[in-house]
């Protein structure tokens, strides 16, 4: 017999709920087309919760990113209700209920975790089957990941009910995983990804016995789907608290599976801050500008401007640092190759300027990015910043001759004998 009794055991059997009058949740502050999508369930005599992340966000005072409503309808009958209603998922069944071209409103039917004996004879459907057994509420809160994700706002009574502890857990600004984290991280490990994203993004500690599971069970990530951790992994970096996550990932253990082997290194760790903190001031990230960010330390490590390799070597090089990760979280060849392009953009910045080719480089597309990625590069590491200025001169006017060849370590290559020469005109 185990002497800690399940979590599940020790909350009380009736969940905590919020009246109206307790909460700070308004109406006004939920999407209309969401609220929409409540009453009809709650008139049609279904209940109607608004769950997940956007009550959290809500109750903490912040934007929810969207908005995901549970109820006891089941996609069959949640169809019937919405002539704007599409089934998806096969693992997941989900009614979406869509609004215009891009507005959607995700609802899902109450699950529980399956049993052995919910599961059919043929193993070969138990996917499909394991995610899909309908069940109560507060079963559906206790299959979540964390307590702050768990909590329903129900729109009968416009009250919170929390089966889990969540509420006090959002007042103490911790974050808890629902159930033994041990167990739940064996049946999902990105769930130890997520707690740190969580915990980062919303400033809250983690639960002492979370921090020990992710400690204890951190080599299963190795086991997730690799497009899973890839979602999550750019998660990080849209949210821009992929420095602090990467940094805590590396201390207990997670971080290598996520960078297929890559263990990471501080100045690495600077530059995503760097990056982080341009995200919070509202520029976006694309997924190759991630990857050549998270590579760029090891590559510039590999060959360091001032060598002043021929760029096939150079090339070469980004390749290799790049291919393993690319290969394994099977990203698409277009990303990869433009990853690839800033790193090279960023040898090039580095060795300065006045190089042979500098201006087929100036008018290249991949060069502004690179040259942003470059100068977050030499604010992270303390390098010479009038380097990057001299580089936006160059990008800004870029018909200037470069500066005499005295700041180049090489000549340039004398052009072989018998090589390919372009034609000149006959004289007239
Ligand atoms: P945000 O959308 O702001 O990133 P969120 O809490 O809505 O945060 P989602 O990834 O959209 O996060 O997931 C919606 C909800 O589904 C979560 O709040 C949680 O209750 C549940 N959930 C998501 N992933 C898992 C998981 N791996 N295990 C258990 N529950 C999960
Ligand atoms: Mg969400």
Redesign the pocket.
Known sequence: MPLIPPRESLQPAEPVILPRAAHSISRSRIDPHTLQVLYRLHRAGHLAYL????V??LLLGRT???F?VGTNATPQQVKRLFRNCFLVGRRFRLAHVRFGPDELVEVATFRRQATAEDLPEDPGDHHLLAENVFGTPREDAY???FTI??LFYDIATFSIIDHVGGLADLEARRLRVIGDPLVRFNE?P??ML?ALEFAARLDFALDETTREGIYARALLIAEAAPARIREELL?LFRHAVAGKVLRQAQACGLLEPLLAGYEGDDATFALLDRLDSRTRDGVKINESLVLAALFLSRFLRQCPPKTDLPIGEVLELANLDLDLHCGYFRIAHGIRHQARELLVGCYRLGRGRGHRGERRFLQHPATPQALELFQLWLEASGGDRQLAAAWHNALSQPDTPAPAAAERKNPPRRRRRGGKRRRTPPPA
């Not at 769950?51 to 956007?54: L, M, Q």
């Open positions: 769950v997940g992340g956007g959290r966000d929810p990113k969207d995901d299959r979540r990941d994700n768990a999902d990105v769930r997520r998660e």
